[in-house]
């Protein structure tokens, strides 16, 4: 038998193991273990404050990690800071290339970053001396286009590329620390650990993978979309990972049993899941669908328990504040939404 | 070399299922309590679940009457 034809026998034995392993643990199902649980009662958002200014679709946003600034990208070329309180633009940032897929607001809230088409990372430095946001660096090694970023800190950002790999990147020198090569299809989205030790990634290849920051390593691998995963976030006590598919499902997978546990599915939704977030206790899954809403569900019931309409066009992203107050949505027409 | 790079894709593949195969993984039952633990614990805590008054939404300012 040719090494190859060894290999291969080896990875599929190997694969099935995990699936047994798995199983092995698989002493009950979340909707089992939550049965006794009453549904949370229906949740009816408003529309609070609607930000105006972006010229064509928004893209991306992230709040910032005090409790009302978020930074938002359009591809009318524009990063725009926003204080959410008073709808105002702090800063509006001309980029060089207006084809802006992600962008990014740094935990200390000194930086902010972009990328798309461009396939690199552009980091902008907020609190410059003269008062002019300019571009800080560009961080340019990625042979695809850079679909998400988010910062570790003021000197690390954690970037996830069309070319299938993530990187790890020293802002100070513009280098990569650490490639995470593995996904087998466009890496779409990821999401920082609470601990900061930690990322996600989801993928066209239909899997989301847990890496180690610090080692370089994939720890977990987690199927069962069947399609992209366009969105992913963690479940805020750090262990357990939500993922939104163009299957027209999201899902809750646990690190700890290394494997799925329920899925957020209803048949008459039909289209895909662009974006997530949770809410502050993990109770809510917040998820924004190609179909312009935004569905509530309950993440342990795994019921629908309310929708945010209001968009005339698709919601392309979504984020809940520090504090859990408020979530913001930003939509292909061109506004940006705050919830509570 | 298509073959040689081939093969040394294939180990790393084989490498990483062997180190995935091999983590230490916790029952269901415990990831589920732990994740209900999670909410139950912070539910009071998360604004969007419990609701927010006018009074303390500070994206919902109180309309302010004032004599003229």
Same mark, same amino acid.
Not at chain 1, 264 to 291: E, F, K, W
Not at chain 1, 294 to 323: F, M, Q
Not at chain 2, 22 to 33: C, D, E, G, L, P
């Given at each position: 038998?040719?090494?190859?034809?060894?290999?291969?026998?080896?990875?599929?034995?190997?694969?099935?193991?995990?699936?047994?392993?798995?199983?092995?643990?698989?002493?009950?199902?979340?909707?089992?273990?939550?049965?006794?649980?009453?549904?949370?009662?229906?949740?009816?958002?408003?529309?609070?404050?609607?930000?105006?200014?972006?010229?064509?679709?928004?893209?991306?946003?992230?709040? /910032?990690?005090?409790?009302? %600034?978020?930074?938002?990208?359009?591809?009318?070329?524009?990063?725009?800071?926003?204080?959410?309180? !008073?709808?105002?633009?702090?800063?509006? #940032?001309?980029?060089?290339?207006?084809? @802006?897929?992600?962008?990014?607001?740094?935990?200390?809230?000194?930086?902010?970053?972009?990328?798309?088409?461009?396939?690199?990372?552009?980091?902008?430095? &907020?609190?410059?001396?003269?008062?002019? @946001?300019?571009?800080?660096?560009?961080?340019?090694?990625?042979?695809?286009? &850079? !679909?998400?970023?988010? *910062?570790?800190?003021?000197?690390?950002?954690?970037?996830?590329?069309?070319?299938?790999?993530?990187?790890?990147?020293?802002?100070?020198?513009?280098?990569?620390?650490?490639?995470?090569?593995?996904?087998?299809?466009?890496?779409?989205?990821?999401?920082?650990?609470?601990?900061?030790?930690?990322?996600?990634?989801?993928?066209?290849?239909?899997?989301?993978?847990?890496?180690?920051?610090?080692?370089?390593?994939?720890?977990?691998?987690?199927?069962?979309?069947?399609?992209?995963?366009?969105?992913?976030?963690?479940?805020?006590?750090?262990?357990?990972?939500?993922?939104?598919?163009?299957?027209?499902?999201?899902?809750?997978?646990?690190?700890?049993?290394?494997?799925?546990?329920?899925?957020?599915?209803?048949?008459? #939704?039909?289209?895909? @899941?662009?974006? &997530? $977030?949770?809410?502050?206790?993990?109770?809510?899954?917040?998820?924004?669908?190609?179909?312009?809403?935004?569905?509530?569900?309950?993440?342990?019931?795994?019921?629908?328990?309310?929708? &945010?309409?209001?968009?005339?066009?698709?919601?392309?992203?979504? /984020?809940?504040? !520090?504090? /859990?107050?408020?979530?913001?949505?930003?939509?292909?027409?061109? *506004?940006?939404? #705050?919830?509570? | 070399?298509?073959?040689?790079?081939?093969?040394?894709?294939?180990?790393?593949?084989? %490498?990483?299922?062997?180190?995935?195969?091999?983590?230490?993984?916790?029952?269901?039952?415990?990831?589920? $309590?732990?994740?209900?633990?999670?909410?139950?614990?912070?539910?009071?805590?998360?604004?969007?679940?419990?609701?927010?008054?006018?009074?303390?939404?500070?994206?919902?300012?109180?309309?302010?009457?004032?004599?003229?």
């Amino acid at each position: 038998m040719g090494e190859m034809e060894q290999l291969r026998k080896e990875a599929e034995s190997l694969k099935d193991q995990i699936i047994v392993a798995r199983k092995g643990f698989a002493d009950t199902t979340l909707q089992e273990a939550v049965a006794g649980t009453a549904v949370v009662s229906r949740v009816q958002l408003k529309t609070r404050k609607t930000l105006r200014g972006h010229l064509a679709k928004i893209y991306a946003m992230h709040w /910032g990690a005090g409790l009302t %600034q978020c930074v938002s990208a359009s591809q009318d070329g524009k990063l725009i800071v926003w204080d959410t309180l !008073s709808t105002n633009k702090v800063n509006a #940032i001309p980029l060089k290339s207006s084809w @802006v897929m992600t962008c990014a607001y740094a935990p200390s809230g000194n930086l902010v970053a972009c990328g798309g088409l461009d396939n690199m990372c552009s980091i902008y430095n &907020l609190k410059g001396k003269d008062g002019n @946001v300019k571009v800080m660096r560009e961080l340019a090694s990625h042979t695809g286009y &850079l !679909s998400c970023c988010r *910062f570790v800190s003021d000197s690390e950002i954690i970037t996830s590329s069309g070319d299938c790999t993530c990187i790890l990147w020293d802002i100070e020198t513009g280098t990569e620390k650490t490639i995470f090569a593995g996904h087998l299809g466009d890496c779409m989205s990821l999401g920082v650990a609470p601990d900061f030790k930690s990322f996600i990634s989801g993928a066209c290849d239909y899997t989301a993978k847990h890496w180690d920051i610090r080692d370089g390593n994939c720890t977990h691998t987690l199927s069962g979309h069947e399609s992209d995963v366009n969105a992913i976030g963690f479940f805020p006590n750090g262990n357990g990972i939500l993922t939104g598919s163009d299957d027209a499902t999201c899902k809750l997978y646990d690190l700890r049993s290394d494997q799925e546990l329920i899925t957020y599915q209803d048949a008459t #939704i039909m289209c895909g @899941v662009t974006s &997530l $977030a949770p809410s502050l206790s993990g109770r809510l899954l917040l998820a924004g669908y190609d179909d312009f809403n935004v569905n509530i569900w309950d993440a342990l019931k795994a019921e629908r328990v309310g929708v &945010l309409a209001g968009h005339d066009n698709r919601v392309s992203c979504i /984020g809940v504040s !520090s504090d /859990g107050m408020a979530c913001c949505t930003g939509s292909w027409d061109s *506004f940006l939404k #705050i919830w509570n | 070399m298509s073959g040689a790079s081939n093969l040394v894709a294939m180990k790393k593949i084989v %490498q990483q299922l062997r180190f995935e195969a091999s983590i230490n993984r916790v029952k269901v039952s415990q990831a589920a $309590a732990d994740l209900q633990q999670f909410c139950m614990q912070n539910a009071l805590q998360d604004p969007l679940l419990t609701g927010v008054s006018s009074s303390t939404n500070p994206f919902r300012p109180q309309k302010v009457c004032s004599f003229l």
